[in-house]
């Protein structure tokens, strides 16, 4: 059939058009017709072998999506412009539409040219003496916008001829999404997408018909139309362009009277940049796992923490899907702040986990019958070799269950138990679970690997907890869309159940209930670490200076509210606040309400001038301490204060919880011992005696 009507075209072409025109004396009408056919032929011959070069479509910025397809963060070009392919698809219906009707109806048919617009054109050009109206195709402007040239009539045909070509290589919908990739809308943007967000701040997918005339008008003269520099005539231009796509059809009598309504936009937004450091080196077009709206609060909430934290200092953030382990949100630092380091990705980089790999170290415990909840373990000055473990604060709490050793942190426990599991049976345990430890060159795991004498990423760390949420089974973390990594299991998920249980306990800084959470912190404070889950996501906060200095002042729970605050903006169920009933777990732990001061004991005799540790048992943080009716500054998330009595005598301590319990001790406090008062002693012991007062008297 194809060689039939083939044969027919050339048979007719060769008889000049002799189907159409009779013989006899219209033969020069077919003389005339057969010239015009085998022009027509050769024209589309030669146009065939003049294609204009499309490597300008390939000098594009790139341009990376989040979950659901909205354009997360935009990069320029090589040429300092903002460029991105666009297909028509992904712009809105009356964009196309208003494009098609208002700079080339004939679109749809037309073979690059139109030759009535051409006829038109060139006789309203005769009659008046100048250009009335153009005859450019919406092919001829993409053969502009891929090579701009002078406006001559050579330059001219040679669109004419290139735009032809463009018909015969191209699909009418490839040559629209040139023009949509191309299209200069002022200064260095290109192309709807970049336009969409540049005027609007939004993505060209929602476009309204203000907005489509808008984009179109800026195409015929980006400089003379710039609202910014002409509101004038750029508004008017707009509003004609409205009026004609309404005699067109393309949007309805309500529509344009909204449209002539809306203002023209007055200011250029900045393009979408939103967790740059962990996108950058993504090709364009990706599609990530990150939620945009989500991305942008955390980022919202990093930026309000970094204005109260010092120049060099600096905050990282992510969030985990429990369901499919995708990062759905991250900050991973000041991005463009030379003195934060803000081109690091924080999430990346190996740091001191402090005390975050407790959990899994109790957890694995619980599963090999070391130890339960309900144990009881020491926490006493100990040393271990040449290792000697300290509390936080230098205090420690005695005798305490394994469930107060692991939600306090304290540090001998941990030590003693790594010590009877064994360090590298531990360090084994997280290599197999995919989330090893980085320890210096050819050093060994040890005793210090449970206090976070190790290094790892903020990434895995994340991965672990969100294992532990999800029954012990962990998995490496993704950022692009449709990945899955290989699962391996830690814990059991009966461990798993019972160390969630010992870390579900309110924020001691208010915040959402619900979330299992836990802190570390660094040797010499340079890392600050706050990590939670809930039923539905894990997040973690990192707090340090990138350099590996030191924190300044007191700051290792300064992580615990921002945690807190990035909880209260997730969705997703709390996690249930009872504990697993089975047997030698929480369930049978009589926690209690009494409130105890546990220090300094009952007649204890204190130090002038030397500090004692203040420390309480039961009740409901948090609790104000005071001394003589006198407040004592105090750390909410403690049970514990340190005081210093200024001098020897007399003293009252009240202890106050949330609840408004109280409880009341008398301290008493005897001059510092020193050489100047050490040949007096006998004399005032025995003044004591003879009037009865003291201790010594008895």
Known sequence: MIRRWSGWLVYGVAQGGAWFWPRGRYRWWRRAWRWLLIGIVVLAITAWFMPPGIGTLAQEGRIIYDRHGHALAMFLNKQQQWAFATRPQEVSPVMRQMLVAIEDRHFSWDPGVDPLAILRAVGQMALAGHVVSGASTITMQVTRMLHPQPRTLPVKMLEAMQAISLFEHHSKSAVLGMWLSLAPEGGNIEGVEAAAHAWFHQSPRTLGPAQAAFLVMMVRNPNQLNPLIHPRGALATRNQILRESRRQGVISQAELERALATPLPHRLYPMPLLSPQAVSTLPS????????????????????????????????IVVVSLKTKGIRAVYSGDWGNAQRHGYIDMTRAIRSPGSALKPFLYGLSFEAGLIRPTTNVADFPSNFGAYEPNDYNDTYMGIVTATTALRRSLNVPAIDLIKAYGPLRFAAHLTAAGTPVILPYGADPALPLALGGAGISMRRLVALYAGLANGGVVERLHLIAGQRRRQRRLLSPHAAEEVTAVLNRPFPFGGPTGIAWKTGTSAGNRDDWAIGF????????????????ALPGDTALAAIPILAKVFSILPGRALSVHPPTRPLTLQRLPMGTLLEIAAPAPGAQLTAGEPVSIRVLGGSRPFHFLVDGRPIPSNPALRSVRWTPSVAGFYHLSILDANGKLVTRALQAVPKTNAANVEWGSTTTARGAVHGAGPESS
Do not use: C, K
């Open 534 to 549: 809930n039923h539905r996501y894990a997040a973690a906060v990192w707090i340090g200076q990138p350099n590996g200095a």
């Open 285 to 316: 077009g990706t599609r990530t796992t990150l939620n945009a709206p989500m991305d942008r609060a955390i980022a919202v909430i990093a930026r309000q923490t970094l204005r109260h934290m010092e120049p060099t200092e600096s905050i990282a």
